[in-house]
């Protein structure tokens, strides 16, 4: 991956890990820089099979992404002047989320302050996402200011916690804390926040330490369990088990059973024989 001058935003790379840090002061909005830098971003790390995990991070310790920049509203020809860097027919909020939810790396979020809007939209729009306890806070505050979730939101949230919850979230518009995120699904755990930093870490680095063609297994079978019939996901299961069996990665296996594996003291300390 090139390294352009981002004006709002800081990337660092590491051990298969790309640390993405939103950095657009004073509230982290999710304006024309951001949508410009995370959309040029996402164009240059989609082929980098250096990269294996994308964790999206705020500088800012009050604001993951405040919101979407309501200039969109009062000045529209600024929202018009984005929409040229994107093709379809998704705006350009849109289209960047799913631009970012396409890519073929996982992305995690990690949220330890506000994340109302399009901020949250694009946290939904991430493969996995961890909220600090007493820090972060999310919401879909869009229906009282007379509009909706323009950037993804009704169909990302939706998914994520079904309608009942979604129309809830979305028209009720509450500020919703790390616990009750993690209960309604928005997040996938919400750790200490004095925690969130390793944890994250810890799970990026075991991730890309993964074979690619493993991840990329996995992922394939998840996503067709919500999009095609039971019938269908067990058998693209079954097709990219098929595959892996074949595949180098399946030395590991072996590897394995040299060690311990399907033994009976192997069995009872099989972590840390998986992990060793």
Known sequence: ????????????????????????????????????????????????????VIVVESADPEFFIAHGDAHFVDRPETFAALAEGFEGPLNPMQALHEKLRALPQITIGK????????????????????????????AQPEVLLGILPGGGGTQYLTRLTGRARALELLLGAPLVDAELAERYGLVNRAPPADELDDFVSVLARHIAGLPTEVIQAVRAAVDAALTGSYEDGLALENQQLGKLFTAEAAQRTVDLLKAGYQTREG??????????
């Not at 981002?6 to 990337?11: D, E, G, K, M, S």
């Not at 660092?12 to 002061?25: F, K, L, R």
């Not at 996995?128 to 306890?133: E, G, N, P, Q």
């Not at 009872?268 to 024989?273: A, F, H, N, P």
């Open 1 to 52: 991956m090139t390294n352009p001058q981002f004006t709002a935003l800081r990337v660092a790379v590491d051990s298969g890990v790309a640390t993405v840090t939103i950095d657009n002061p004073p509230l982290n909005l999710l304006d024309v820089a951001l949508i410009t830098d995370l959309n040029t971003f996402a164009d240059g790390v989609r082929d980098d099979e250096a990269v294996k």
């Open 267 to 276: 069995e009872k300390r099989l972590e840390q024989i998986l992990h060793g």
């Open 111 to 138: 949220i330890a302050g506000f994340a109302r809007g399009g901020g949250h939209e694009l946290l939904m729009a991430l493969d996995l996402r961890f909220a600090a306890i007493g820090r972060a806070q999310v």
